[in-house]
């Protein structure tokens, strides 16, 4: 069993900076991927971040400001989201994923923080 928790998340002026974290714990062997994912009531969750093969991706909207990076050690993975320049219209959820390669799961198994909350006032 993998457990994820976030933290960083909180109220920001537009034009200022924030870094999550997300520390996954448990059963890890390996890792095929981490991502950041938004959620906006009422709308769809964005993809924001990701790394896949030591390749970093990012959702046009925060290209040039979010930066997502890992720490590893052995069973527990940190992942980060260095948000700056933030905007009114990066308020949302933020959620921690971690794709874990397991048996039975041939594109491995999805683990879930709760979330936290991002608030940028104008």
């Known amino acids: 069993q993998v457990q994820l928790v976030e933290s960083g998340g909180g109220l920001a002026q537009a034009g200022g900076s924030l870094r999550l974290s997300c520390v996954a714990s448990?059963?890890?062997?390996?890792?095929?991927?981490m991502a950041w994912y938004r959620q906006v009531p009422g709308k769809q969750r964005e993809l924001v971040a990701s790394?896949?093969?030591?390749?970093?991706?990012?959702a046009d909207s925060v290209k040039g400001r979010f930066t997502i990076s890992g720490d590893y050690a052995k069973n527990t993975v940190t992942v980060y989201l260095q948000m700056n320049s933030l905007k009114p219209e990066d308020t949302a959820v933020y959620l921690c994923?971690?794709?874990?390669?397991?048996?039975?799961?041939?594109?491995?198994?999805?683990?879930w923080g709760n979330g936290t909350l991002v608030t940028v006032s104008s």
């Open positions: 994923n971690v794709v874990i390669r397991r048996p039975g799961y041939p594109d491995g198994f999805y683990y």
């Open positions: 448990g059963t890890i062997f390996t890792i095929n991927a």
């Open positions: 790394i896949r093969s030591g390749i970093t991706d990012y």
